[in-house]
């Protein structure tokens, strides 16, 4: 079975170049006159990753086929990829609000998503877990699960 779903966030995006027009409003102003270099490239450095990650992080796609399972935001940046052999449980379930979104380690292993509360837990066989956020969950462990 061949599953491809994508999620996307224009509040992250938003979110992201909203605040990276801080550092651009500060240079347009002219604010840092006669500020040192190093303000300067700091200033510069966060606005490029602020707009980078609105880029990325607009976006998270999912897909199951050929006995894989890979998950990737925006256009195929932070790419991953595992065998379907590998997966002996999928589960869905809610992440907490704490959890918030974007990649990062929670008590149940890494958890992957822009946007909402729902996802899937899935189990490897070596014992690991990882959550991927998606707005359809039950759709998502039926095709893990299936032959």
Do not use: C
């Amino acid at each position: 079975m061949t599953y491809q779903h994508t999620q996307r966030s224009l509040q992250l995006a938003l979110l992201n170049g909203v605040v990276a027009l801080i550092p651009i409003g500060m240079l347009a102003s002219g604010s840092l006159t006669g500020a040192p270099t190093g303000a300067w490239i700091t200033l510069l450095a966060t606005m490029l990753i602020l707009l980078v990650s609105a880029f990325t992080f607009s976006s998270f796609t999912i897909t199951v086929g050929d006995g894989r399972l890979a998950w990737w935001f925006g256009p195929r940046l932070l790419r991953k990829e595992i065998p379907l052999a590998a997966v002996v449980a999928a589960e869905p379930t809610t992440t907490s609000l704490v959890n918030g979104w974007g990649i990062h380690l929670t008590t149940r292993g890494w958890l992957y998503n822009i946007k909402g509360r729902q996802a899937v837990l899935v189990s490897l066989r070596d014992g690991k877990q990882f959550l991927l956020g998606t707005d359809e969950p039950s759709v998502l462990a039926e095709v893990l699960l299936s032959p």
